[in-house]
């Protein structure tokens, strides 16, 4: 159990023990227990956890020490379907990226993810480009930002992570094709802002 993940999570949220509880409808002493590592985290906890800090559920989960970073990904719904994904590269790849990374102000909480889809291919946002995202600034986007967001769809219990244009209230995409137009209204419960993206580049 990453308690200390946990914790600066509830600060960045802002929510405390008690309110994760209540989603459960249990109390904070539940809560205690299962940052304490007395008590396993269940799915359920984990899905009431996710909600409160305003987390994925597989990083939830893998943070918890439920399951590896593998098996938390298998979790990760709609990945395959994702615009951006966060870079996952191989060592020399990966000290590569992060050396360029760095030079465009890579720091904890901004970081490094990858384009998969044509969603912003107008703007110049190309499948395998590169960019920083930076989550701290989620609560701050403006209009016309760039931004990673996840939608969720709690009847199939599956998310997918789009990358789009903010026009507040709504996420635009600048794509020729006509399955990326569909228009999503940020409502912070089925769209969420995860964070907005301050550089990219292409290798």
Same mark, same amino acid.
């Given at each position: 159990?990453? =308690?200390?993940?946990?914790?600066?999570?509830?600060?960045? /949220? $802002? !929510?405390?023990? *008690?309110?994760? &509880? +209540?989603?459960?409808?249990?109390?904070?002493?539940?809560?205690?227990?299962?940052?304490?590592?007395?008590?396993?985290?269940?799915?359920?906890?984990?899905?009431?956890?996710?909600?409160?800090? =305003?987390?994925?559920?597989?990083?939830?989960?893998?943070? /918890? $020490? !439920?399951?590896? *970073?593998?098996? &938390? +990904?298998?979790?990760?719904?709609?990945?395959?379907?994702?615009?951006?994904?966060?870079?996952?590269?191989?060592?020399?790849?990966?000290?590569?990226?992060?050396?360029?990374?760095?030079?465009?102000?890579?720091?904890?909480?901004?970081?490094?993810?990858?384009?998969?889809?044509?969603?912003?291919?107008?703007?110049?946002?190309?499948?395998?480009?590169?960019?920083?995202?930076?989550t701290h600034a989620a609560e701050r986007v403006r209009q016309g930002d760039i931004v990673?967001?996840?939608?969720?769809?709690?009847?199939?219990?599956?998310?997918?992570?789009?990358?789009?244009?903010?026009?507040?209230?709504?996420?635009?995409?600048?794509?020729?094709?006509?399955?990326?137009?569909?228009?999503?209204?940020?409502?912070?419960?089925?769209?969420?802002?995860?964070?907005?993206?301050?550089?990219?580049?292409?290798?």
């Amino acid at each position: 159990m990453d =308690d200390k993940w946990f914790r600066k999570r509830q600060k960045i /949220a $802002g !929510v405390t023990a *008690e309110d994760i &509880a +209540q989603i459960m409808g249990r109390s904070r002493s539940n809560v205690s227990h299962i940052l304490n590592g007395h008590q396993r985290m269940s799915l359920e906890w984990a899905k009431a956890f996710a909600q409160a800090l =305003d987390a994925p559920l597989d990083e939830v989960l893998q943070h /918890a $020490g !439920v399951m590896d *970073e593998q098996q &938390a +990904q298998t979790l990760r719904p709609g990945f395959s379907e994702s615009d951006v994904a966060p870079w996952k590269g191989k060592d020399a790849e990966d000290r590569a990226v992060h050396t360029v990374a760095q030079a465009h102000g890579e720091r904890p909480g901004v970081d490094v993810w990858q384009v998969k889809s044509p969603a912003l291919s107008l703007m110049g946002y190309m499948p395998g480009d590169m960019m920083l995202v930076d989550t701290h600034a989620a609560e701050r986007v403006r209009q016309g930002d760039i931004v990673v967001a996840q939608v969720y769809d709690n009847t199939k219990g599956t998310a997918f992570t789009l990358l789009r244009r903010y026009e507040p209230p709504v996420l635009v995409a600048a794509s020729p094709d006509p399955d990326d137009r569909r228009v999503h209204v940020v409502d912070g419960v089925n769209v969420v802002i995860r964070g907005r993206v301050t550089a990219s580049w292409r290798n």
